[in-house]
């Protein structure tokens, strides 16, 4: 039933591409050259193409398209005000405002330390420089429930930081501060990388005659290496804010997921689907779903530019 | 003079540099350290009988097999959805491209709950699979689903920049000499893509092998049967058994670590192959 509306819509764009290509082609003369030149232009739809082209928007809407369908008209079924209502409720509005706050910190935290690090390890040549670099690719490799796992190694009850925690009163497993540290985990990468892809693109010619003319790293930093690095920054942070809104795993290990303590816009779609809690879990997920959907375009657009220049 | 100023005054470079060391120490090396420690502190033969016995041992395989199946699901899917991206003329390419990233921005758990609205066995879809005699939902069937849908952009994203590259240079080449398109195809297309189609699947396989949020609430968890080894580890934390989620994490983590350096290593040759 499915796949239907994708072949109909390929073969529109086949039909759609056909004749300018076609008037392409008959301009063009048989020589080799011309025909090399021409040859972006020079596009025909052969059976093969618009079975390739069919196959793989198939598979695309199979694996991507059905499961957001289905989301989305489950969530109708379910009935909009009632889900409105769901997420109205208190437990649902803590899970979302704890999710944001988390969000801003993750954003505030590494858009300092990202330009840092990434100042860092481009422009500085020290040992273990090589080892920070492993840590930083490592930590995507890491499933969020090892994340978890690891910090309560130490700073859970029988973790060896625990009495020193306890001595000053400090609680981070099942508290907010544990959120912290997890969303910090799973949000490292992304600002470093941006920040990075472009220092090494611009290199450091502006940041020596700055200093050369006078200016203090200080003001080297505000004037120069800042601004040439702003659109990295943006999508770094970006991405921070994606990721961050959605890491689920760390946060429920870590966090435990408790009703009004620690649980956040995940562990609450977690929390209500094993309640059988349709509304709320829907509703969370439907949100959370949508809000990411539009951070994908502000990402997307900010990748165009980067790769446009 | 000038090394001076681009580091900063020296003092603050240092300061700056023991900063960013201090903060990825204790963020992300210490804790893994705890994991290791944990996971062989009672020594190597209780390591082994740990991760070998028979609950262990079939999450671990599930999640080797399932990402692996879906690693080369990846291979042929990313490499043709590359391919049409970039080469043909279709409408909505800019949709296609976002909709490719889509798995990068949904959450995890967000995933999941699609799949078990569109596979649930009271829903359209799963009553015309249950009627069909085939299971999905809480069944090996809706791990690779669910690792299909997360893991899309992968083999695309390496695949596309190498396209780009190969349109300026071989294929114009071969092309001005007279080769046909199919010769163009085999003899200069594929051995150039084969190295990012490789690194792009091995990084989605290391993706797949740690996933746990798409997965908890669409495979059941069953031991033998539906539980993966991500969800082995959760379900040894929440069971106060931290030894054995320690040591099933060095495994999975081992797993992971050896394919993002394969495929580290593959695109690097591939750039220096091309570069030089």
């Keep these: ?309 | 003079m000038t090394a001076r100023a681009t580091a900063g005054p020296a003092r603050g470079a240092v300061a700056l540099r023991v900063a960013v060391c201090a903060y990825v120490g204790l963020l992300v090396a210490l804790p893994l350290i705890s994991i290791v420690i944990e996971g062989t502190s009672r020594g190597l033969a209780e390591f082994w009988s740990v991760v070998s016995a028979s609950t262990a041992r079939d999450a671990i395989l599930l999640s080797l097999w399932t990402s692996a199946a879906v690693a080369v699901v990846n291979i042929v899917a990313g490499a043709g959805t590359a391919w049409v991206l970039h080469r043909y003329p279709i409408p909505g390419k800019a949709a296609l491209s976002w909709m490719v990233d889509l798995p990068f921005a949904i959450p995890t758990l967000v995933t999941g709950v699609m799949l078990v609205l569109l596979f649930g066995p009271t829903r359209s879809v799963g009553r015309w699979f249950t009627a069909h005699g085939i299971e999905v939902l809480f069944a090996p069937p809706a791990i690779v689903l669910a690792l299909a849908f997360i893991s899309v952009p992968f083999v695309v994203r390496s695949v596309e920049p190498v396209l780009a590259e190969l349109d300026r240079t071989e294929e114009e080449a071969a092309a001005t000499l007279g080769a046909s398109s199919m010769r163009t195809f085999w003899r200069v297309i594929i051995p150039a893509l084969v190295p990012a189609i490789a690194s792009g699947a091995l990084q989605g396989f290391a993706r797949s092998l740690a996933e746990f949020g798409a997965i908890v609430i669409v495979s059941g968890n069953i031991p033998h049967r539906t539980l993966t080894g991500a969800v082995y580890i959760f379900s040894e934390v929440e069971g106060g058994r931290p030894h054995a989620a320690a040591a099933a994490s060095l495994v999975l983590l081992g797993a992971a670590i050896l394919a993002s350096a394969l495929a580290w290593i593959t695109m690097r040759r591939t750039v220096t192959a091309h570069g030089a």
Aim: hydrophobic share 50%.
């Design chain 1, 1 to 309: 039933m499915a796949p239907l509306p994708t072949t109909g819509a390929t073969s529109t764009g086949a039909v759609r591409g056909v004749p300018p290509t076609a008037t392409a082609r008959g301009g063009a003369s048989e020589t080799v050259a011309s025909r090399t030149r021409t040859a972006p232009m020079a596009f025909r739809w052969s059976p093969g193409r618009i079975a390739l082209t069919g196959a793989v928007l198939v598979y695309l809407v199979v694996v991507l398209l059905l499961p957001l369908l289905a989301l989305v008209t489950e969530t109708i079924r379910v009935g909009l005000s009632t889900v409105v209502e769901a997420l109205r409720a208190p437990d649902a509005q803590f899970a979302i405002r704890q999710s944001l706050v988390l969000m801003l910190i993750a954003v505030a935290v590494n858009a300092v330390v990202g330009v840092a690090t990434a100042i860092v390890l481009t422009r500085q040549r020290f040992p273990g420089r090589g080892a920070i670099e492993a840590c930083i690719d490592l930590s995507l490799s890491v499933s969020p429930v090892m994340i978890g796992l690891a910090f309560l190694l130490i700073v859970g009850r029988d973790g060896w930081a625990w009495p020193v925690l306890e001595a000053w009163g400090i609680r981070v497993a099942f508290a907010f501060p544990g959120l912290v540290v997890a969303t910090l985990f799973v949000t490292l990468p992304y600002t470093i990388r941006e920040v990075m892809h472009i220092l090494v693109e611009v290199g450091d010619d502006e940041e020596q005659v700055a200093a050369t003319l006078g200016a203090s790293w200080w003001r080297t930093f505000w004037r120069v290496t800042l601004p040439n690095v702003r659109r990295g920054l943006t999508l770094g942070l970006t991405l921070t804010a994606a990721r961050a809104l959605g890491e689920f795993g760390a946060l429920l290990v870590l966090g435990g997921a408790i009703s009004g303590k620690t649980e956040t816009a995940t562990t609450y779609i977690f929390g209500a689907t094993e309640e059988r809690h349709e509304a709320g879990a829907y509703g969370m997920a439907l949100l959370l779903g949508v809000v990411s959907m539009l951070m994908l375009v502000v990402i997307e657009h900010f990748k165009k530019r980067r790769s446009g220049t």
